[in-house]
């Protein structure tokens, strides 16, 4: 590990969970358009949003960043692929269930969804 992701892990730790995951809320639903806008622009930039691809896009119709990121995309821009071309789709999913102690139990669940 570089020493700027021990100092990271170190800060986290000496941070209260709670605390700071009520803060991040906060922020994610602050509207102060300054604080809302720039936000959205450093999560653009940083995930390399196709802003044509979006139906909105001007910053100012998000009134704050989770408006932004559960965001609509134009029609047509991600066409999903018909059933028709739907030849084999496998589901692999694994459902655990802990008790108190910590011990429990896995369950390897398969499906087919498709044609065969």
Excluded at 28 to 37: L, W
Excluded at 84 to 94: A, E, F, K, N, V
Aim: proline share 4%; net charge positive; aromatic share 10%.
């Amino acid at each position: 590990m570089s020493l700027m992701q021990n100092l990271n892990t170190l800060i986290q730790y000496g941070l209260p969970g709670h605390m700071l995951s009520r803060a991040v809320g906060q922020l994610a639903f602050c509207e102060i358009p300054q604080v809302k806008n720039t936000l959205i622009q450093q999560f653009i930039k940083r995930f390399d949003i196709q802003m044509e691809e979006v139906a909105e896009p001007s910053l100012d119709a998000y009134p704050h960043f989770n408006a932004f990121f559960t965001r609509a995309l134009k029609a047509g821009i991600r066409p999903l692929a018909g059933r028709d071309r739907w030849h084999h789709l496998q589901r692999w999913t694994t459902l655990r269930r802990y008790a108190a102690h910590g011990k429990g139990t896995s369950l390897c669940i398969s499906g087919t969804i498709g044609k065969s």
